[in-house]
């Protein structure tokens, strides 16, 4: 989307009140051009000792009327320009929310922040800007046209500085519009970097580092200060120059309508009235201010118009056949900032089964399972479920078919309830506690202040407890593929055993993706995916892939030293239900079944 139809959009939204204020703004500027006619009328009249009565009412009826006028304009300038930045606000976040993990990766969450909240305020002024400049335009026009009516000589003087006049804001327009964008995007930088330490406020800290980061994050302020002060010397010139040029043809104007009078062409009124005319005409100051006032609507609307052209995913019209939930992945390749992460990754889970997915930091596991649920797309080769390019699945059959966990969960929702059954159906009290057991997560819950109606504000809880109930929201929602991105990592031993062994099980979900750090969740999946590199270095059984000593080392040297014993004697049990290497006594891992 470019930023002339975003601000047409913006414009056409509030249409009724932009024409509304349009007609406002006109007419006071109308009641203006008519008051000084009617100022010269009754002072010729007063001078003559005419009868001036209704002359006199007419100056004050003009008055009043440009008092309501003013009163009117004044709510619909900020009804409108709260109307429109509302609506550019509500169709960024919704863009944003489409975008998914691109967004961020593409701009930042504090650059993103400081559009939805700067740059749309700024932005949602644009109608209001419009309708206001028409207004400014139209008050000198009219004023020029007047002194054309009073005598023609009058307009012709002044018309001989308007090319001037004319290249000043042209002038202004051209430099303050860079003086903006440029003002704006270290803005942008500075909510960026404070949004990242506010996110990292607990490491700051325990670092001792709040001075640095407090430095850090100022560090773009001289430059903040520079685009600024460079901004408004732009205005400061355009208005000195305008004052400059102004009054000399204001002075032109009064000279000539002088020499009128004393020619018995004008009444002392008429010159009253060419007086006022010229300084309406010359009402440069009034038009900078709201050119100023466009022009950084505009480059607001440019920073919201380049978030908007990011394109979103869509979704196609198929719905999902019959299916035990087959997940495909072929030839799948993603690059995230430049570089290639995934090469070319050929993979299939059979439906029913488990796939651990394992590798070093950096190897390319989050963005698969991001893949495998359509959080993004892959930049070649495709996704499949049950034979379906994801692609081509409607969004209702896409999400109702796909759960997350994930290793840092967000909570929303008014209660706890709320965030564990949020999703594209909703559920039962019932079936969100049967999820909560199933995650662990019933009993902490409880013992908070209101249980499940507690807000999640009000809920303090540990990294491993916040984990149990992104996990018990997964599991509330049924679906064909469960996809845990390293949603256990925050676990405990036990309770990791005891969901691990649930999610052998079923929960309800066929097929399961599990990406995994530990050697244990690796050994109680069925098949285990290793990734390096970004490529699939070998699929299969924990046990079997266990002999290789650089897969070990995935795990590092610890982990090699407490399972190398056991999985050595059990290298050869890759048959249905054996025991994996890590598997408690009471939780035999399925057998691999790829």
Not at 275 to 282: D, G, K, M, P, T
Not at 460 to 475: N, Y
Not at 533 to 559: D, K
Not at 571 to 588: N, T, W
């Amino acid at each position: 989307m470019t930023t002339r139809t975003l601000l047409r959009s913006a414009v056409r939204h509030g249409a009724g009140r932009c024409v509304a204020l349009g007609l406002v703004s006109t007419a006071a500027a109308g009641a203006g051009l008519l008051l000084p006619a009617v100022l010269g009328r009754t002072l010729d009249l007063l001078l003559s000792r005419a009868p001036a009565g209704r002359w006199v009412g007419c100056s004050v009826g003009l008055l009043a009327l440009l008092t309501v006028l003013d009163m009117a304009e004044t709510v619909l300038d900020g009804t409108t320009g709260a109307r429109a930045t509302a609506w550019l606000r509500l169709r960024l976040t919704g863009h944003v929310l489409a975008l998914g993990p691109r967004a961020t990766a593409r701009f930042g969450s504090g650059e993103l922040v400081a559009r939805l909240v700067g740059s749309a305020a700024q932005a949602g002024t644009a109608p209001t800007s419009i309708a206001a400049a028409v207004a400014a335009v139209a008050g000198p026009v009219g004023a020029v046209v007047a002194l054309g009516l009073l005598d023609v000589w009058l307009a012709v003087v002044f018309l001989t500085g308007a090319p001037l006049l004319a290249l000043l804001l042209r002038a202004f327009t051209r430099d303050a519009s860079q003086c903006v964008t440029r003002y704006q995007e270290v803005q942008g930088r500075i909510a960026s970097a404070l949004a990242e330490a506010v996110g990292g406020a607990r490491t700051i800290r325990a670092a001792g580092t709040a001075g640095r980061e407090t430095a850090r994050i100022l560090r773009p302020l001289p430059e903040l200060s520079r685009a600024g002060h460079r901004m408004w010397r732009a205005q400061a010139r355009a208005a000195a120059r305008a004052v400059a040029v102004a009054p000399l043809l204001h002075l032109g104007v009064v000279a000539v309508a002088g020499l009128l009078l004393a020619r018995h062409r004008l009444t002392v009124g008429d010159v009253l009235a060419a007086s006022r005319y010229a300084v309406l005409a010359s009402g440069i100051g009034a038009l900078v201010g709201q050119l100023a006032a466009l022009v950084r609507a505009r480059a607001a609307a440019g920073r919201l118009a380049e978030v908007l052209a990011e394109p979103a995913p869509a979704h196609g019209g198929r719905r999902l056949p019959p299916g035990p939930g087959r997940l495909e992945l072929r030839g799948v390749t993603a690059r995230r900032g430049g570089r290639t992460v995934l090469h070319g990754v050929d993979l299939t889970v059979p439906g029913g089964t488990t796939l651990a997915v394992v590798g070093r930091s950096g190897s390319g596991k989050s963005l698969l399972a991001a893949l495998a649920g359509r959080l993004c797309d892959p930049d070649a080769g495709e996704v499949l479920l049950d034979g379906v390019p994801l692609r081509e699945l409607t969004h209702a059959d896409l999400r109702g078919a796909v759960c997350h966990a994930f290793e840092r969960p967000v909570l929303i929702g008014a209660t706890v309830e709320d965030a564990i059954g949020l999703g594209p159906v909703a559920r039962s009290p019932e079936r969100i506690r049967q999820a909560a057991r199933t995650a662990r997560a019933d009993d902490f819950v409880r013992r908070l202040p209101d249980g499940y109606a507690t807000a999640p504000a009000d809920a303090p809880r540990s990294g491993g407890e916040s984990q149990r109930l992104g996990l018990a929201r997964a599991f509330a929602h049924d679906g064909r593929l469960l996809v845990l991105d390293d949603a256990l990592s925050s676990l405990d031993t036990v309770t990791e055993h005891h969901i691990t062994h649930a999610l052998a099980q079923g929960c309800g979900h066929t097929t399961r993706l599990v990406v995994a750090h530990r050697a244990a969740t690796a050994a109680r999946a069925d098949t285990v995916a290793w990734l390096d590199e970004g490529r699939v270095r070998a699929v299969g059984t924990h046990a079997r892939l266990w002999r290789q000593e650089g897969y070990r080392r995935v795990f590092g040297e610890a982990e090699e030293k407490r399972v190398f014993g056991e999985a050595e004697e059990k290298e050869e049990d890759d048959r249905p239900g054996a025991v994996a290497p890590g598997a408690g006594a009471d939780g035999p891992a399925q057998g691999a079944r790829s």
